[in-house]
């Protein structure tokens, strides 16, 4: 069965623009979650959708936005880039409600650089 | 708010020994404790969930163990093998409201000595 699926892999944008992060959850799972990792401050919690409503955002400014659609996969976009946005982003899903039973399933991540 | 510590930050061993690893985290109320391993630029890889009423938990030559009340978990590998090498990352899931959320530790960097 196909794990979580994160496209692309690599992105290199320049400051001042936009990206657009894909994922595709294992299939069954309705919660998506994303998370940011940067040496200096490890993961931390971007936002979480389950059946396309956002039920909890992490503490990260407006630029950062994301959406999931009626298949459960997830995107993520982030605006205006800034050199601090450079790191591993990663997406995990859920079979149950609330991850409480199954645990969560990370995805390879996409590594966004910004020059 | 939840904070959770790994102890070592960095751990260095030769290849065949038995080794603990440690996290700690200062609220309760959890559903359960994931360990997981994360290798170089890499996602993270499931190792390990302890629900909040169980115990421990084992998988091939892992083994966890979960003390709620203390605020502690332990990640015992044995016979380590270079491959082992990674860093090993704790996570709680708390519960109350709507937070879905994985709190993660620092992690601690294994490096297995062939």
């Known amino acids: 069965k196909a794990g979580v699926t994160q496209t692309p892999r690599y992105l290199i944008k320049t400051r001042g623009q936009q990206v657009t992060l894909s994922c595709s959850p294992i299939?069954?799972?309705?919660?998506v979650s994303w998370y940011q990792q940067t040496p200096g401050q490890g993961l931390q919690f971007l936002f979480e959708?389950?059946?396309?409503?956002?039920?909890n955002k992490g503490n990260f400014p407006g630029r950062f936005s994301g959406r999931q659609f009626s298949n459960s996969r997830s995107e993520m976009n982030v605006s205006t880039l800034e050199l601090g946005d450079s790191a591993l982003y990663l997406c995990?899903?859920?079979?149950?409600?609330?991850?409480?039973?199954?645990?969560?399933?990370f995805g390879s991540g996409t590594r966004l650089t910004v020059v | 708010k939840q904070e959770v510590t790994q102890i070592p930050a960095a751990l260095s061993v030769p290849e065949g020994e038995n080794l603990v690893l440690n996290c700690s985290f200062t609220d309760s109320a959890i559903y359960n404790l994931q360990w997981f391993r994360q290798d170089p630029g890499k996602g993270l890889t499931s190792l390990l969930l302890?629900?909040?009423?169980?115990r421990e938990q084992t998988s091939g030559r892992l083994n966890a163990s979960l003390d709620k009340s203390s605020g502690r978990s332990t990640l015992y590998i044995a016979a380590s093998q270079p491959g082992d090498s990674a860093t090993y990352l704790c996570?709680?899931?708390?519960?109350?409201?709507?937070?879905?959320?994985?709190?993660f530790g620092t992690g601690t960097l294994l490096a297995v000595q062939p």
């Open positions: 299939s069954g799972h309705r919660s």
């Open positions: 995990a899903s859920s079979l149950a409600n609330q991850g409480d039973i199954y645990g969560y399933t």
């Open positions: 996570a709680v899931l708390n519960y109350g409201g709507a937070t879905n959320k994985l709190i």
């Open positions: 302890i629900q909040s009423s169980q």
């Open positions: 959708y389950f059946s396309e409503t956002q039920r």
